[in-house]
């Protein structure tokens, strides 16, 4: 059993910056391949960004290419999400999530998931 502990959400303004962290526990980190994943109030769980074991190859979602940064430390088993010119619309309860299989864009190839952290981006 893998578990995921999110930290690092906040209240925070308009085009600032975030990081988001999340810690893993109970399985070699360095066998899992990690995710973000957000979902804002009415809305459905949308894919944000993957890395993968090795931290090689980074997938993003559309809306977020450019902004958003993931990475991942394996001695310290976090992996962390980078923020960059927040806008209102990344408002969202942040959820990290891992898998032993491929790093996908969908929610349904990770077995494991956090609590979430929530951004809340004012203006």
């Known amino acids: 059993q893998v578990q995921l502990v999110e930290s690092g959400g906040g209240l925070v303004q308009a085009g600032a910056s975030l990081t988001l962290s999340c810690t893993a526990s109970?399985?070699?980190?360095?066998?899992?391949?990690m995710a973000w994943f957000r979902q804002a109030p009415g809305k459905d769980r949308e894919f944000v960004a993957a890395?993968?074991?090795?931290?090689?190859?980074?997938p993003f979602a559309d809306t977020v290419k450019g902004r958003f940064t993931v990475s991942r430390d394996n001695a310290k088993n976090t992996v962390y999400l980078q923020i960059n010119s927040l806008k209102h619309e990344d408002a969202a309860v942040y959820y990290c999530?891992?898998?032993?299989?491929?790093?996908?864009?969908?929610?349904?190839?990770?077995?494991?998931w956090g609590q979430g952290t929530q951004v809340t981006v004012s203006s």
């Open positions: 999530a891992a898998t032993s299989g491929f790093p996908l864009e969908i929610s349904r190839a990770y077995n494991y």
């Open positions: 109970g399985r070699t980190f360095s066998s899992l391949a």
């Open positions: 890395i993968t074991r090795d931290g090689g190859i980074t």
